[in-house]
Structure formats: C-alpha cells, structure tokens
C-alpha cells in the first residue's frame, strides 16, 4: 500500500487546513486509518483514526477541532483542522493497518506509512 499525503502548508493561528492522504489498493474500504503528527523534538504522536466501518477516535489535544472522514470511493482520507493553534505545529503522517484488531493508538499497529506534510501554525 502507497499513501500520498498533501495540503499541508502555512497558517496563522485560528486557521484551518485540510489534509488528504490518497492511498493505493483496491481494497481501501477495508483498511483502518490514522493520522499522527511529529513535532520538533517530539516523539510521533496519535491525532485521529477512522476504522473500516466509521468508527472515528481523536487525541484529547484536537478534539472538538479536527476532523477525520474517508471516501472510499476517492481511496482517500482527510483530516480538517479547524481552529489551528501554534502546537498543532507539526509534520502530519497518514498511515494505514490493513487488518487485525486493536486500539490504533499506537504507531507499531500500522502497517503502511505516507511520506508527511508539514504544517507549521504561526502565532
């Protein structure tokens, strides 16, 4: 599985953006998404997921801000973050767990990773 992450770029505080990470496979309807974000100097953290039949968990960090939603149709998957503060600073990294079971909190539990794009959230 290939995963192509775009939209990422520069925005002032109170902003939004949306990211797309477009993946390969005929069998995308399947697949558990996840997005995480790696600051400077920190480790890669968990930010959302939305699993193959929609059930949808956030970090408490963005909740209530961001928003993740997949078209299957498209292969792709969107992360719309609203209300962008300076510690959403980061590079944003799709990634994809084509099966099992498990909390998708944790990076080991993908399979498949994009190639990031950063956003940067200027005060």
């Known amino acids: 599985v290939q995963l192509q992450a775009s939209g990422g770029g520069l925005v002032q505080a109170g902003g939004s953006l949306r990211l797309s990470c477009a993946a390969s496979g005929r069998t995308f309807r399947r697949y558990d998404m996840g997005w995480f974000r790696q600051a400077p100097g920190k480790e890669r953290e968990f930010v959302a997921h939305?699993?193959?039949?929609?059930?949808?968990s956030y970090a408490d960090s963005v909740k209530g801000r961001f928003t993740i939603s997949r078209d299957n149709a498209e292969n792709t998957v969107y992360l719309q973050m609203n209300s962008l503060k300076p510690e959403d600073t980061a590079v944003y990294y799709c990634?994809?767990?084509?099966?099992?079971?498990?909390?998708?909190?944790?990076?080991?539990?993908?399979?498949?990773w994009g190639q990031g794009t950063l956003v940067t959230v200027s005060s």
């Open positions: 990634a994809v767990r084509t099966g099992g079971s498990g909390t998708l909190y944790y990076r080991d539990e993908y399979e498949y």
């Open positions: 939305i699993r193959s039949g929609g059930s949808i």
